[in-house]
C-alpha cells in the first residue's frame, strides 16, 4: 500500500515539474509556403525537440494550392500560420483579428529584376510578373504612387515566364526567386534590381499569426509555442549545416524541387533579414514605426480601408 502510494506522490510531481501544453491540444503549423529553408527555424524547432521540451504538441503542415494557408486558419485547420506584416493588415481589415505572436523578419525582401539589364523605374507601364497568392502590396503602392502604371501578371510559383520572355519585369524575394533568376543566367546588377528596403518601403514581412479567439484561449500555449520557435531560429543561426540537413529532410518529404544550393543561399538570407538594421540584432519583435508606415502606404493607395494599428496585432497586456 505505502509502495502504491509513493508511486502516485511520485507520478503527481513528475506532472507538477513537466510544463504541460495547454489542455493538451496540439498546435497545427502552417507555414505560408511550400516546405524551404524559409521556415527553418520551425523544422528545427521540432527536429531538436525544442516543442517538446516547452510542454506544447506542434505539428506541421504545409498548405497546398486547394488549401492555402490563410484557408486553412479561417477553416480551423490550423492554429498559427506565417504571414507577411501586409498581408496580416489586410486579413484585419478584413474582419478576422489577429494577433502577432512572433516576429522573424526585421526587413523587406522584395526586390523588382527588370530584363535587358533596364530601371524598372524607367518601365512606365511594363508587364510586372506578381505572386497570385499575394505578397506584393508594397509593389502596387510603389506603382501607384511613382505614377508607373504597371500591368500585372499574376504568376503561381517560379521564374520560368520571366526567362522566357513573357515580362518586363517580375518581383522576387531576396531569399528566394532572385536566387533562381541567378542559376537561370540572368544578370544583376544596381541598374535592373529594384530593392524595396532601399527606397522608403522598409517593412517587416514574416511572422507568425494566430486568430485573436485562438490566442485569447490558449495564451500559454501560444507564449510557448513562440519561445520555442525562437529557440529553432537561434539555434539554426549559430548551426546552419546543421539547420540545412534538417531543412532538406523537410523538402524531401515534402516532394520539392530545389537543390541544397538555392536553400543554402535562402537560409542564409533569411538570417540577414532578421537582423535589424538598426539595432544590428535579432529583435524578434513587430515594429510600431513599421507597423505605421505599411498602414499609412496602403491606406493612401485604398488597399485598406482604415487604418490598422500596432496595437491591434499584438497581445496588449
Not at 64 to 69: D, F, I, R
Not at 102 to 127: E, F, H, Y
Not at 263 to 275: A, F, I, P, T, W
Not at 279 to 299: N, T
Request: hydrophobic share 40%; with cysteine.
Amino acid at each position: 500500500m505505502k509502495q502504491t502510494l509513493y508511486h502516485l506522490i511520485f507520478i503527481a510531481m513528475m506532472a507538477i515539474s513537466q510544463p504541460a501544453a495547454a489542455q493538451d491540444e496540439t498546435i497545427v503549423f502552417t507555414p505560408q509556403w511550400t516546405a524551404q529553408a524559409q521556415f527553418a527555424g520551425y523544422y528545427v524547432a521540432e527536429a531538436k525537440g525544442f516543442y517538446r521540451e516547452a510542454g506544447v504538441k506542434v505539428r506541421i503542415e504545409h498548405p497546398s494550392a486547394t488549401q492555402p494557408a490563410m484557408s486553412r486558419l479561417r477553416k480551423n485547420l490550423c492554429q498559427a500560420t506565417t504571414l507577411q506584416l501586409c498581408q496580416a493588415m489586410e486579413i484585419v481589415d478584413g474582419g478576422i483579428p489577429l494577433v502577432n505572436i512572433l516576429q522573424t523578419s526585421m526587413n523587406n525582401a522584395m526586390v523588382i529584376v527588370s530584363a535587358r539589364n533596364k530601371d524598372p523605374l524607367t518601365q512606365k507601364g511594363a508587364r510586372v510578373g506578381i505572386w497570385s497568392v499575394g505578397f506584393g502590396q508594397l509593389a502596387i503602392c510603389m506603382s501607384i504612387k511613382d505614377h508607373l502604371n504597371y500591368q500585372w501578371v499574376r504568376f503561381a510559383q517560379n521564374v520560368n515566364l520571366f526567362v522566357a520572355g513573357a515580362f518586363d519585369a517580375t518581383l522576387a524575394m531576396s531569399y528566394n526567386e532572385y536566387y533562381q533568376l541567378v542559376q537561370a543566367g540572368i544578370k544583376m546588377t544596381d541598374k535592373n534590381v529594384y530593392r524595396f528596403c532601399d527606397h522608403g518601403y522598409n517593412v517587416q514581412e514574416d511572422g507568425v499569426y494566430m486568430t485573436r479567439d485562438y490566442y485569447v484561449k490558449h495564451k500559454e500555449q501560444a507564449r510557448r509555442f513562440a519561445q520555442a520557435s525562437r529557440k529553432g531560429w537561434e539555434w539554426a543561426a549559430k548551426h546552419p549545416e546543421e539547420t540545412l540537413d534538417i531543412v532538406m529532410r523537410y523538402v524531401e518529404k515534402n516532394h520539392i524541387a530545389t537543390n541544397r544550393v538555392l536553400q543554402r543561399l535562402m537560409l542564409k538570407e533569411v538570417l540577414r533579414l532578421q537582423v535589424d538594421r538598426e539595432s544590428k540584432k535579432r529583435e524578434f519583435r513587430l515594429r510600431p514605426d513599421m507597423v505605421r508606415q505599411a498602414s499609412r502606404l496602403m491606406v493612401e493607395n485604398q488597399m485598406l480601408g482604415r487604418e490598422v494599428t500596432y496595437s491591434e496585432l499584438i497581445d496588449e497586456k
